[in-house]
């Protein structure tokens, strides 16, 4: 293995190895192919990162919010240039299908065009005339160095809800990717340079645990963002808290979407399936779990396998192909207990990702369950994996009061034509992202991402103004101008 490429840590405009002797092998899901090795970077690599992010705050705090804007512009137009390169990077190291990665790389774009809009999101308020002659304002400035932890399924689209942000708001940034997914970092921080970027506003560290954990304890660290799993990201908030640190977390989801007897199903199906098996079930928005109504139901589960046993399965770059692998090979073990633990807990196995595996990658073919109930794990824990569980309902009160068992409360769909359902659903679904009459409810850039119960820890989430108000932090200023002086 030594003879495959090393990444580097970017510190300080540099590429600079790690002091770290542990690497780990990151490779192509859907050919097990290795391409690269990731250092597990040490809290000496982290901490000489976060030094340099805080020294180069200093400056870059100082630098005029159009300005910081700019170099955002300019960004913004290379990301588009290189579309093509980093959509095939993500489906290289991510598995899934390039279509998704377009639309995944599409995303990050919007994220540094929001973000492109500082100038306008950092204005303060202020009121001419609070008392006789007193006047007071808000002013918003950046908070220091800010830390972003990242999850392999959107490698792109997840790093660019932080630093894009953070960055035009005066602040600087140590992010650390995914060890699974590493490398469309390297094209983002060369893209970042011939934009314009002052060395140390941005700053790459690569590795697991011991890099969070630097991030987690450094002084300097002001605020971390995190996106991943339920436990990684209690941990984070915890420990981040604990050292006084500002904290949004990001994680888990186990998603219901309900579809009531009025569903167009010709709209409907093809909504469902991409949320439930596009980017093999990896998305924080993905459909877990689907309740139907009982007068729609045979009709929905006929078409719904007859549709999934079509999907084309394979390698994301070939032409056609909509369901890539899981991303290692210890995600496909946990899906196949997934799939026996439904079995034995006595769900019905409508369509069994274990037939006619492909061992070429970690392929598991779109897997359906139904018969599933609040008590069996299959509905409980968040598989991650094109895994669907379907429950019939007598009506909308039991999809909902199914969903709000749940211990997540990421998004929740609805497919109907009935106004007084989508009132009732919006009022009575415990989820911070709602759908209506389509399958992944995933906000754009400029509203928050941000889910509820056990899917997010912390009060402001990504993106949207709570993004702004996440990375910046308020100065009042009441003052007495008396008009008799003049
Ligand atoms: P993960 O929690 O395993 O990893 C996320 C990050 O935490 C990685 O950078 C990883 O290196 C680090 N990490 C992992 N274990 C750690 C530990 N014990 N101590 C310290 N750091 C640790 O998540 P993942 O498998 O990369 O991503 C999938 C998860 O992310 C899913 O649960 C998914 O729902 C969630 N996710 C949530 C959102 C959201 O917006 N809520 C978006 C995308 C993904």
Redesign the pocket.
Known sequence: MSDIRKLRNYINGEWIESTTSEYEVVVNPATKEPICQVPLSTFDDINKAADVAHIAFQEWKEVAVPRRARILYRFHQLLIEAKDELAKLITIENGKALSESYGEVQRGIENVEFAASAPTLMMGDNLSSIATDVEASVYKYPIGVVGG??????PMM?PFWMFPMAIATGNTVVI?????APMLMEKVVSLLEEAGLPKGVFNVVFG??DV??GLLQHKDIKAISF????P??E?VYTEGSKNLKRVQS????KNHTIVLNDANLDDSLPAIIGAAFGSAGER?MAAAVVTVEEGIYDEFMERLTKEARNIKMGNGLDDGVFLGPVIREENLKRTISYIESGVESGAKLVCDGREDMDESGYFVRPTIFEGVTTDMKIWQD?I?APVLSVMKIKDLKEGIEIANKSQFA?GGCLFTNNASAVRYFRENMDAGMLGINLGVPAPMAMFP?S?WKS??YGTLPANGKAGVDFYTRNKVVTARLSRNDI
Do not use: D, M, R, W
């Open positions: 932890i990242t999850p392999f399924n959107f997840v650390k990717p995914s060890e699974k697991a645990h969070v954990n996106v991943g799993s339920q990684v990201g941990y990001l994680t888990g989801a924080c968040e991650f990421n991402f889910g899917s997010f």
